[in-house]
């Protein structure tokens, strides 16, 4: 026992642990996010960044929606809060992303997404073919149409970590590298145990471990089964000198996206394999993304590729993530897929919440951690 008792430790210091961590502590909570140490195939340094709730609309997942588009109002505060405060300029790409079909059965289907975007009262624009072209004069000459998602963008979620990492500290919490927690423990004492056999006590421990989060023991198996990896390939590419990079837009088709970046790279990404933990790059996830990205812009063939990387992202069964108590003094923030960098501010604000007032908000009642059977 170190002797010092935390109001919340957080296990895990990926986005969302340390997003945490940080509104915690401003609303005066004593914390300690315990980092097992960075680890390469964590899904926070990987993602692309995309702020895409319009874009990534899916049928039939629409409480999920609800929460991704609150979250999105939240961002511009977020962002601002972490750059005035970070000293880190998070780039504003708010131009929007762009759907692109290629060819005539991705515009059928772009076609009902668009219907469907339009019944839910989204902000979508339906472009022509010379429409997405004078937006993008990079794309592809086959472009049929695409749809404008003006309330869309991204950020590099590498500057927001290095951001979060420096407000956390000036708000108090501490951020514990090479912490590993082996055991955790719920009820009126929770505390957590490291490989070291320390053990810290706090008030409340939040499990924010990622795909990791379904393996630390001490959690009921019903939750820390709802939670897998889903591994994700992912590029970056660089104008090769003197060239200007070729797109300005963020795009997306069904197969690959394109986030450019402030300094000239490009990410292009990802494949979403069931592999486990497996976080080998391959030839064939390599080959198929580079193919996509030079369908929709072909001026992509003459960057260079500068990284290949792989992330786990904590998927479970409903695509939705696993928010609240699940016993007393044990919360979960974790289970965010697809979209962990979106959900940040909103998850922050809410389990912040809860640990310092007891309540959590109603825009998180729905993603009760226990909500999936034994
Ligand atoms: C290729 C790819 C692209 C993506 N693109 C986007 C995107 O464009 N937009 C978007 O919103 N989302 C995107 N995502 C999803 C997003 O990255 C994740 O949902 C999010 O990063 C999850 O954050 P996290 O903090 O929960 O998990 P992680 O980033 O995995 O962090 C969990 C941390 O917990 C630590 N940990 C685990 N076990 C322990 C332990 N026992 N003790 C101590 N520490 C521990 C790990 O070391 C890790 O650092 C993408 C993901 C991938 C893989």
Redesign the pocket.
Same mark, same amino acid.
């Given at each position: 026992m170190d002797g010092v008792r935390y109001d919340s430790i957080i296990?895990?210091?990926?986005?969302?642990?340390?997003s945490i961590g940080w509104r915690a502590s401003q609303l005066g909570l004593s914390v300690l996010i315990?980092?097992?140490?960075?680890?390469p195939d964590?899904?926070?340094?990987?993602?692309?960044?995309?702020?895409?709730p319009v874009t990534e609309t899916t049928f039939g997942e629409d409480a999920l929606l609800q929460l991704n588009l609150e979250s999105a109002r939240r961002w511009k505060g977020f962002a601002e809060e972490l750059s005035f405060a970070g000293g880190i300029n998070l780039a504003d790409h708010r131009r929007g992303i762009l759907h692109i079909a290629l060819d005539r059965d991705q515009s059928e289907s772009l076609s009902r997404l668009f219907e469907y975007q339009q019944e839910l009262g989204l902000q979508v624009q339906w472009l022509s073919s010379m429409a997405c072209r004078r937006l993008e004069p990079a794309l592809h000459p086959s472009t049929r149409a695409g749809i404008l998602a003006q309330g869309d963008w991204?950020v590099d979620?590498r500057s927001v970590l290095d951001a979060l990492r420096t407000v956390l500290r000036s708000a108090g919490a501490t951020l514990r590298h090479g912490?590993?927690?082996?055991k955790v423990k719920s009820g009126p004492s929770p505390s957590v145990r490291l490989d070291t056999g320390e053990t810290i006590e706090a008030g409340t421990v939040v499990i924010? %471990? #990622?795909?990791?989060?379904g393996?630390?023991p001490g959690i009921p198996s019903r939750v820390s089964r709802a939670v897998r990896p889903?591994?994700?390939?992912?590029l970056r590419l660089r104008p090769a000198a003197p060239m200007p990079p070729p797109i300005t837009q963020i795009l997306r088709t069904e197969e690959v996206?394109l986030?450019p970046r402030p300094g000239g790279e490009i990410v292009a990404?990802?494949?979403v394999e069931e592999k486990g933990f497996d976080t080998a790059a391959t030839a064939g996830g390599v080959f198929e993304l580079l193919r996509a990205a030079g369908e929709l812009v072909p001026g992509i063939r003459e960057m260079e590729l500068v990284e290949v990387? %792989? #992330?786990?992202?904590?998927g479970t069964p409903d695509n939705a993530p696993l928010l609240g108590t699940v016993e007393p003094g044990l919360v979960m923030?974790?289970g965010?897929?697809?979209?962990?960098?979106?959900?940040?501010p909103v998850t922050a604000d809410g389990i912040a919440e809860l640990l310092a007032k007891g309540d959590l908000p109603a825009e998180l009642a729905g993603f009760d951690p226990r909500r999936f059977q034994e």
């Open positions: 296990v895990g210091g990926g986005i969302i642990g340390l315990l980092e097992k140490g960075d680890p964590a899904a926070s340094a990987a993602a692309a960044g995309m702020l895409a991204a979620p912490a590993v927690v082996t924010a %471990a #990622g795909p990791w989060s393996q630390i889903v591994k994700g390939q992912i996206y986030v990404g990802a494949t990387k %792989a #992330g786990l992202r904590p923030a974790t965010h897929f697809r979209n962990g960098v979106l959900l940040a």
